[in-house]
């Protein structure tokens, strides 16, 4: 069992809580801390659902999270043609 993973699922209710928010088996959510990694595109909101408490690096590593979290740069848009 991977305690950071439980620990992290505790922070946002526990595993029931968290099954009941995705419409999902409790036992689902126990397969995910038995491999160590909670599926990436569930770990943003087990984040909201523990108010930042559980955070997605510690619930699946695989993903560049620090690169997600990011704010992308604006973009330089051409202004308006102008008439000579």
């Not at 160590?36 to 560049?64: H, Q, T, W, Y």
Request: aromatic content about 6%; glycine content about 8%; overall charge negative.
């Amino acid at each position: 069992m991977n305690t950071q993973i439980k620990e992290a699922l505790d922070r946002a209710g526990g595993v029931a809580a968290v099954a009941a928010h995705f419409q999902i088996s409790p036992v689902s959510v126990y397969e995910w801390i038995k491999r160590g990694l909670v599926p990436a595109e569930k770990c943003p909101e087990i984040e909201k659902l523990s108010g930042g408490a559980a955070r997605c690096e510690e619930m699946n590593c695989r993903v560049d999270w620090g690169y997600l979290r990011t704010p992308a740069s604006p973009t330089s848009q051409p202004g308006p043609a102008t008439a000579d």
